[in-house]
């Protein structure tokens, strides 16, 4: 296996051909949503975690500073409204929905109301709210699915000045869609600029 060139555009490529490669397999045995969510879980977490602004504490290896052209565009992202952005852009109906929940210790995703009470994504809401979200719920195992034969995936992330949890819901499918336009989006950025420092690009913690 050879070494990744970036983990910022290199190592979620590679997770996108994993999520595709074994999509009818996994679909066969039933494990679909098993696959997109270890998928997703990484190909996210790994470059947002090295380019998201105002991280605190800072990333160990400076990505941001290091490529700031690169980490200026994905910041760019961040602001845009997420259903107009690079990472959706669909003409189709959304399964989209966004809302709170208090209470996530009774009962399960088939039993709370707000969940049912969840409006369809507004379309102001920005790429950088979304990113927040998904990454907080996937890193930090706030992953729920609703229904025996799974229709949506629910993730949560705490707020940080209440007791509550910002909710997302999406169906596999557009879950899916959504990952394989984030893959796309930062494979595509631009690190051949020459890095601040001189670092090379590939650095990384682990093979």
């Not at 039993?111 to 996937?138: C, H």
């Amino acid at each position: 296996m050879t070494a990744y060139s970036s983990y910022v555009t290199d190592f979620p490529s590679r997770c996108g051909e994993i999520l595709e490669e074994f999509r009818s397999p996994a679909l066969e045995q039933g494990r679909d949503v098993t696959l997109l969510l270890s998928i997703s879980t990484a190909a996210l977490t790994v470059p947002h975690e090295r380019l998201k602004p105002r991280a605190r504490p800072r990333h160990p290896l400076r990505d941001r500073e290091r490529y700031p052209k690169t980490a200026e565009k994905y910041e760019e992202l961040l602001r845009e409204p997420f259903l107009s952005s690079p990472l959706w852009r669909s003409r189709g109906v959304s399964t989209w929905k966004t809302g709170r929940i208090q209470d996530v210790q009774s009962g399960g995703p088939d039993t709370w109301r707000e969940l049912r009470d969840a409006r369809s994504m507004p379309p102001e809401e920005r790429v950088g709210t979304v990113l927040r979200i998904l990454r907080n719920a996937l890193a930090h195992g706030n992953v729920f699915t609703e229904g025996k034969v799974i229709h949506n995936i629910v993730l949560l992330a705490k707020e940080w000045d209440s007791q509550a949890f910002s909710l997302i819901s999406v169906s596999p499918r557009d879950f899916r869609k959504f990952t394989m336009n984030y893959i796309c989006f930062v494979r595509g950025l631009d690190l051949d600029e020459v890095p601040v420092g001189g670092a090379p690009a590939n650095t990384g913690l682990a093979r």
